[in-house]
């Protein structure tokens, strides 16, 4: 018997749906391509100022944190841009991760395990693993439907109960209820586990995210996990919330305490970027701002799309076919965008995925119109 006969035959299955994913390396400028697929929203990735912050980490504590967070992968820096991340959110505590990934998985793992987990059905992937790792009852409510959370809530059983919500969604751009949800957790004593990943650095003042900007911040049944890879530039995650939260996640946390801390490089742009965020508040503004303006370009040419609370837009086109065909038309045009077929979306959303930059300017948004139109026309024919 062949061994990858079975894979071989999943792959040309995968490949007749439209469904095969290649790896496309980048060169250093981006193949000439305008970026409009990263989570890059601030354009700090490439700022001297984090490249240098990174390089004086790199050059006093060494390339790699050396252990986990518990062993030797603690330094003074991750000491420092947990208290940073904390400020800037308004949390009484951070805790930071390898990457925003691993904080999902730690928060809902530990903080839900063995009870009720409430989860929406356009939460991240990470979500969605951290669910069946907390091996308890898991509730997968349809897309922002109050009715059904709370009836899982008012059904359980559990002692514990969890109830987890991305804050802007991934994909569609769109914001979750949080302030809705935050009552819905606090009336059945439940924690509020938000996901601002696609938040931090572009919803609120200064970017502080979609529970800072509602004002409920110093509510201590609400636990918020964040991402340093996207508006910050850096790499990692962390988790951000109460002190007993957080010592439960130091004890129990498996992402947290069997995986090597994050590299000393990664947390001094990440320290770097919130400086920024302090100094320069009008970047958050700029990228909703530029958002906005795309999200007017897609409708003015006929496509379906959302309003966008951050930086997220979406361009549905339906089959993955069309949406593969929409996005090669886009990096003929210059322009590189994302694209999102099943799992990642539901069948018949298909996508494009374009995110806005501060840095985005005038000129780049004549190219990007040019692109889109061309993929308006790809839909017609599609």
């Not at 980048?26 to 890059?40: I, K």
């Not at 809705?180 to 919803?203: C, F, I, K, S, T």
């Not at 000393?264 to 700029?286: F, K, M, N, T, Y």
Request: proline share 4%.
């Amino acid at each position: 018997m062949d061994p990858l006969a079975g894979l071989r035959r999943a792959a040309g299955e995968r490949a007749a749906a439209g469904l095969r994913r290649t790896l496309r390396p980048r060169t250093p400028d981006d193949d000439g391509l305008l970026d409009l697929a990263s989570n890059d929203y601030l354009g700090l990735a490439r700022d001297p100022r984090l490249i240098e912050a990174a390089v004086a980490a790199a050059r006093e504590w060494g390339t790699g944190s050396t252990g986990s967070r518990l062993v030797t992968g603690s330094t003074r820096l991750h000491e420092a841009l947990e208290t940073a991340l904390a400020e800037l959110c308004g949390a009484e505590r951070a805790l930071v991760f390898s990457s925003g990934y691993l904080a999902n998985l730690g928060a809902v793992a530990a903080l839900g395990r063995g009870g009720l987990v409430v989860s929406d059905a356009g939460n991240h992937a990470s979500i969605v693993d951290a669910c069946r790792l907390a091996r308890g009852r898991v509730v997968v409510a349809p897309r922002g439907d109050l009715e059904a959370m709370e009836k899982a809530l008012a059904g359980r059983t559990e002692e514990r109960a969890l109830l987890v919500t991305d804050a802007v969604f991934s994909v569609d751009g769109d914001l979750a209820d949080v302030a809705a949800l935050a009552e819905l957790a606090r009336r059945y004593e439940a924690l509020l586990v938000v996901d601002e990943a696609h938040a931090l650095g572009v919803v609120g003042e200064h970017g502080r995210g979609a529970v800072h900007s509602i004002g409920l911040f110093r509510e201590s049944h609400i636990v918020r996990t964040i991402t340093l890879s996207k508006s910050l530039g850096s790499q990692g995650g962390a988790v951000l919330g109460a002190p007993e939260v957080i010592e439960t996640l130091i004890d129990t946390g498996r992402s947290f305490i069997f995986d090597t801390g994050l590299a000393p490089a990664c947390v001094g742009a990440a320290l770097a970027a919130v400086d920024i965020l302090h100094s320069q508040p009008e970047l958050p503004v700029r990228t909703r701002a530029r958002a906005s303006e795309l999200a007017a370009v897609v409708r003015e040419l006929g496509l379906e799309t959302r309003e966008p609370a951050g930086a997220v837009v979406p361009v549905v086109l339906g089959a993955p076919e069309t949406a593969l065909a929409a996005a090669a038309t886009c990096a003929e045009h210059g322009v590189r965008v994302g694209c999102f077929r099943p799992p990642s979306v539901p069948e018949g959303r298909s996508c494009l995925r374009l995110t806005a930059r501060a840095n985005l300017s005038s000129d780049d948004l004549a190219v990007i119109r040019h692109a889109l139109t061309a993929v308006a026309e790809v839909k017609v024919r599609a």
